[in-house]
C-alpha cells in the first residue's frame, strides 16, 4: 500500500473515534512510525509502506480505538512548540498549561528573574520551556516520583539543559535552602472522590500522583503556601495553575501565608485557571 492511500485509510478509521482530530492523529502516527519529517511526509506520499510498517500502524490504531491517548502510545507530547518524552509517572501535558508558561515569560521579564523553582515537576515540560527561552536562567525542578525525575531529566538531557537545571525528588520543596525569583507548580487539584468521574483517558493513563490533591482538591497549594515563605526571594512572585472553581479558596489559603493575590488569568474557555502571587 502506498502512503497516500494508507494517510486516507487511517483517517477514516479514526475519523469514526476522534472526528476532530482524525487527520492531526493520522499523519502524527505515520510520521512517527515512518520516523519521517512534515516536508517529507508530502514529498514521500507515493511511497510503498511495507507489510512490517503496516502491522505497527494497526496496533496503534487498536490501541487509540481502544481509548489509549496518542500521546502513551508514542511516549511523546508536543508541548509549547517542543516535543517531550512521558512515561507512565508523569501527567500528560495540557494545552492549558502553556498559558501558565506565557504568564511565567512576562513575569521573569518584568521581574528580571535569575531563577525558578517549579514544584511537581512532572515531565520537566513548564521549566525546559522557560530555561530554554531564558537561558540565563537557572532552574530547579522537584518531584515527588523518582520515576518522574527520571523522565525530566531525559528531557533536560535532550535539549541539553543539564548546566541549566537541577532536578530533585522532594516534596514541595521540605528540605531546600535556596530562594527563587519565580516559584512555579501545576499541582494535583482533583478532589479524591472525583477522580473517579474523570474521562477514561485520564484516570487510566495520567498517574493518580498528579492528579489527586486530596479530599478538597486544595492540599497541594496548602503545602505550597506553608513552604513558599521560604523559596521565595524579596521581589519574587509565585504562579499555580488551578481548578476552575478554586480561585477563592486558594487565594484565601495564600493570603494565610502572607501573599497577596496580584494576578487572575483564564484560559481558553473563559476559566479561572492562573493565579499569581506576591
Known amino acids: ?18 472526528p476532530s482530530s482524525s487527520e492531526i492523529e493520522s499523519r502524527s502516527i505515520l510520521k512517527d512510525i515512518l520516523n519521517i ?29 481502544n ?34 508558561v506565557e504568564t511565567a515569560i512576562s513575569l521573569i521579564n518584568k521581574i528580571q528573574a535569575k531563577s525558578i523553582l517549579d514544584l511537581g515537576t512532572g515531565s520537566g515540560c513548564i521549566l525546559i520551556s522557560l530555561i530554554k527561552l531564558f537561558p540565563k536562567l537557572f532552574g530547579v525542578g522537584l518531584d515527588l516520583s523518582e520515576e518522574a525525575i527520571k523522565n525530566a531529566k531525559e528531557n533536560v538531557s535532550i535539549n541539553r539543559l543539564e548546566d541549566n537545571i537541577n532536578l530533585i525528588a522532594c516534596n514541595w520543596g521540605n528540605s531546600i535552602e ?23 483517558s485520564v484516570k487510566k493513563y495520567d498517574p493518580p500522583l498528579s492528579l489527586d490533591g486530596g479530599y478538597d482538591g486544595l492540599q497541594s497549594y496548602i503545602n505550597i503556601a506553608r513552604n513558599a515563605q521560604n523559596l521565595i526571594s524579596k521581589n519574587g512572585k ?33 476559566l479561572d485557571r492562573i493565579l499569581v502571587f506576591s
Open 67 to 100: 481509548g489509549e491517548p496518542l500521546s502513551r502510545i508514542q511516549e511523546k507530547k508536543e508541548f509549547y512548540e517542543s516535543d517531550f518524552k512521558i512515561n507512565s509517572s508523569v501527567l500528560d501535558p495540557r494545552p492549558e498549561t502553556e498559558i501558565l
Open 178 to 200: 535556596a530562594k527563587f525569583d519565580i516559584l512555579i507548580s501545576n499541582p494535583p487539584y482533583i478532589k479524591t472522590n472525583e477522580i473517579k468521574n474523570l474521562p477514561e
Open 37 to 65: 519529517s512534515d516536508k517529507d511526509f508530502l514529498i514521500k506520499y507515493d511511497l510503498e509502506v511495507n507489510e512490517c510498517i503496516l502491522e505497527k500502524i494497526s496496533d496503534v490504531l487498536l490501541r487509540r480505538k
Open 1 to 18: 500500500m502506498r502512503l497516500y492511500a494508507l494517510h486516507k485509510s487511517l483517517k477514516r478509521e479514526l475519523r469514526t473515534y476522534y
Open 238 to 270: 509565585i504562579l499555580v495553575e488551578i481548578g476552575f472553581d478554586q480561585a477563592s479558596k486558594i487565594e484565601k489559603i495564600f493570603y494565610n501565608e502572607g501573599f497577596n493575590l496580584e494576578k487572575k488569568i483564564k484560559d481558553y474557555n473563559d
